[in-house]
T-cell receptor, first 114, second 112 residues
Framework: AQSVAQPEDQVNVAEGNPLTVKCTYS??????LFWYVQYPNRGLQFLLK??????LVKGSYGFEAEFNKSQTSFHLKKPSALVSDSALYFC????????????FGTGTRLKVLA | DAGVIQSPRHEVTEMGQEVTLRCKPI?????LFWYRQTMMRGLELLIY????????DSGMPEDRFSAKMPNASFSTLKIQPSEPRDSAVYFC??????????FGNGTRLTVT
């Protein structure tokens, strides 16, 4: 069965500092991994994805994520946080086996402090 | 591209009433997903369709919940009868193959 874990309910970081939001996953077959962001009263918006290829994936708004197969992790990173990055972040996984069922983690609230 | 369109945006109803949520996916997308978001349980997958056929409804909480996709441009999620614990934000999302999901803005359901 597929599963995704986001171990931190909330991450606080000072503006200008680097940020990391953690995600680990479990799937059968090759993983397809995604990060989404949610602002208040809105649907989720796609940030970046890993399907195959380079382990470091670059996405929207300066975000990037590193795929680590041995640790089954896909942590979201940004070198310099902005106050406007404050939002709810979700990691999601699908798989090459089966029928593209997308499972989401519980979400991590990122708070960037000015 | 108007995106995924959900209606209504807000629904307030009394316990025991029937509730129908609607979704229009992006044209050309062959997968459609229904999710429910609550503070306690996060984002739960309820059911998803491929080419209008339900693939996995194991996340549907009870027989009170049902979903249909009569054609490629429309899907409904129905709750009958509704209960206060069904209060949540319900999202519809669509995609093509393994591409990223496109989400609607959700329907906030309140059952009193």
């Amino acid at each position: 069965a597929q599963s995704v874990a986001q171990p931190e309910d909330q991450v606080n970081v000072a503006e200008g500092n680097p940020l990391t939001v953690k995600c680990t996953y479990s799937v059968s077959g090759n993983p397809y991994l995604f990060w989404y962001v949610q602002y208040p009263n809105r649907g989720l918006q796609f940030l970046l994805k890993y399907i195959t290829g380079d382990n470091l994936v670059k996405g929207s708004y300066g975000f990037e994520a590193e795929f680590n197969k041995s640790q089954t992790s896909f942590h979201l990173k940004k070198p310099s946080a902005l106050v406007s990055d404050s939002a709810l972040y979700f990691c999601a996984v699908s798989s090459s086996s089966g029928t593209y069922k997308y499972i989401f983690g519980t979400g991590t609230r990122l708070k960037v402090l000015a | 591209d108007a995106g995924v369109i959900q209606s209504p945006r807000h629904e307030v109803t009394e316990m025991g009433q029937e509730v129908t949520l609607r979704c229009k996916p992006i044209s050309g997308h062959d997968y459609l997903f229904w999710y429910r978001q609550t503070m306690m349980r996060g984002l739960e997958l309820l059911i998803y369709f491929n080419n209008n056929v339900p693939i996995d409804d194991s996340g549907m909480p009870e027989d009170r919940f049902s979903a249909k996709m009569p054609n490629a441009s429309f899907s409904t999620l129905k709750i009958q009868p509704s209960e206060p614990r069904d209060s949540a934000v319900y999202f519809c999302a669509s995609t093509y193959g393994v591409s990223p999901l496109h989400f609607g803005n959700g329907t906030r359901l309140t059952v009193t």
